[in-house]
């Protein structure tokens, strides 16, 4: 049975009057929106500064955080508040008192793999997250070809962890949004795809019915 599947616009800059641009266009269309920022050491492009992003209220942002110690923007995020916070599996350190402190903070947790990580590796991260991110592109840069190959860690996490939210991030286009949609996705996060378009709201609505196309995948 074909899970429902969302489109989630996805945000990242290093410019703050980009930034509220790509955040007054995508909220006209959408309220789930994924946050991308870099700390600069963890992925070699860097974004605006945590301390320098925001979103309107009406929001249900997802922060993905690729930092390589987390733990020292902790208080940041737990004043940004976002509905859900997603670090990185290969981070420089120990995940489990982070994903405590905001789940008391009422945040969701999630964590995300890069391509070279193997689901089983981190299997007791899996177990406790609310949400697991399939990175298939080039971190900390928005347009890089998708590695479809990422696709077959889906049923392993899966496996794991039936209910979590399980989403894809990198590559997405019209060309493959599809096939995604149809891999046992909750989420398909899409950047310059929607970001960059020209009209970002008939992107988006594109790609909505898309997924929503019923018959042979190809």
């Known amino acids: 049975m074909l899970r429902t599947v969302s489109i989630v616009p996805a945000i990242l800059t290093d410019n703050k009057t980009d ?16 946050i991308d ?39 940041t995020i737990l004043k940004l508040s976002p509905s859900l916070c997603i670090l990185h599996a290969e981070a420089d350190e120990d995940l489990m008192p982070i994903f405590a402190t905001l789940k008391n903070a009422g945040i969701k947790t999630g964590l995300a793999l890069l391509p070279s990580t193997f689901p089983g590796a981190v299997a007791d991260y899996i177990k406790e997250v609310d949400h697991v991110l399939i990175f298939a592109g080039q971190i900390g840069v928005q347009g890089s070809p998708a590695d479809m190959m990422q696709m077959e860690k889906i049923p392993l996490i899966r ?44 992107v988006f609505q594109e790609m909505v019915a898309e997924i929503d196309k019923n018959g042979v995948v190809l």
């Open 19 to 34: 930034y509220r641009a790509q955040v007054e266009r995508i909220n006209a269309f959408t309220r789930r929106v994924q």
């Open 37 to 75: 920022v870099t700390d600069g050491i963890f992925a070699p492009a860097s974004t605006l500064d945590v301390t320098n992003v925001w979103w309107p209220k009406n929001w249900d942002a997802d922060l993905h955080l690729m930092a390589a110690r987390p733990s020292e923007h902790l208080d």
């Open 159 to 202: 496996n794991m962890k039936p209910e979590v939210e399980i989403g894809w991030d990198g590559g997405v286009n019209m060309t493959n949004v599809r096939a995604l949609a149809h891999a046992d996705l909750d989420i398909i996060n899409v950047g310059s795809a929607i970001t960059k378009a020209e009209n970002p709201a008939v």
